[in-house]
């Protein structure tokens, strides 16, 4: 090789690694400007510490994977489109035959940014209702009433309804009361025998509703929010057949 074109070549390289060494340099700036800002911003929004760490690594790792295609593109030249598309190829290939994984992992991944619900909180998913105990990039792990251990994939979480039964604590409860109905109703009489009732809550008040008369017989609706379902039925009917003794009493 000729001393000039040796010259030349060299020189070539150097322009080459300066540029290069630039854009190391701006990458990594830019990297760890990133992951700060991604999670500070997470951080604002309360999004769960793993997830945080997690998007602010993956922010800081897309920053240096395109300073690195850069790099590359400023030695190659003419051959980087052909590394760029073989680079391409195998993603798709890789993304195609992890696809379930990926899937519930992005899901995993919402659910600890978006928390639709946390860990202590009863959700119902696909006929499983349990208390949430753990929550991973790929799975959410459920403790059913009976103890079972449910693991529920992340993505159904993206594409079937789930309940939180916990975000809203009271639930509504209702029952009927059937009286002569040549007997006047005292709705004040009602409210005290519901507010007797430690198990029903007193902020929805509760609401008492006349649905029809049949043979002489007034059947009223009573209905009112108990911490639990069950037990603020029971007490109510309980409470209401002590209050109406001649009137009949029964759960919806």
């Known amino acids: 090789m000729d001393a000039s074109a040796l010259r030349d070549t060299l020189l070539d390289y150097a322009v080459r690694t300066l540029w ?4 190391v340099v701006i990458a990594l700036v830019l990297a760890r400007a990133m992951r700060a800002t991604t999670m500070r911003q997470l951080t604002r929004h ?3 510490g793993n997830a945080t760490i997690l998007l602010g690594n993956l922010a800081q790792l897309g920053v240096i994977v395109l300073g690195v295609l850069v790099v590359l593109a400023i030695y190659t030249q003419g051959a980087f489109g052909w590394i760029l598309t073989s680079f391409s190829v195998v993603g798709i290939v890789i993304g195609l035959s992890l696809q379930d994984i990926l899937r519930n992992f992005f899901a995993g991944v919402w659910v600890l940014v978006e928390r639709p619900f946390r860990i202590g909180d009863s959700i119902d998913i696909s006929g499983y209702s349990g208390l949430v105990e753990e929550i991973s990039f790929r799975t959410t792990q459920l403790r059913t009433a009976d103890g ?9 979480f993206m594409t079937k309804p789930v309940v939180n039964l916990t975000r809203f604590p009271l639930r509504r409860g209702v029952v009927f009361l059937t009286l002569d109905a040549a007997a006047e109703l005292s709705t004040d009489a009602v409210k005290e025998a519901i507010a ?3 198990a029903i809550a007193r902020d929805p008040a509760p609401a008492i509703e006349l649905r029809r008369v049949v043979n002489g017989r007034a ?3 009573i209905t009112f929010w108990a911490p639990d379902h069950d037990a603020g039925v029971t007490a109510a009917v309980a ?3 002590k209050q109406f003794p001649d009137g009949e009493v029964r759960p919806a």
């Open 46 to 48: 309360r999004a769960h």
């Open 219 to 221: 059947r009223y609706q």
């Open 239 to 241: 409470a209401l057949r």
């Open 196 to 198: 007797s009732v430690s």
């Open 20 to 23: 290069a060494a630039v854009v």
């Open 148 to 156: 079972r251990q449910v693991i529920v994939p992340n993505g159904d």
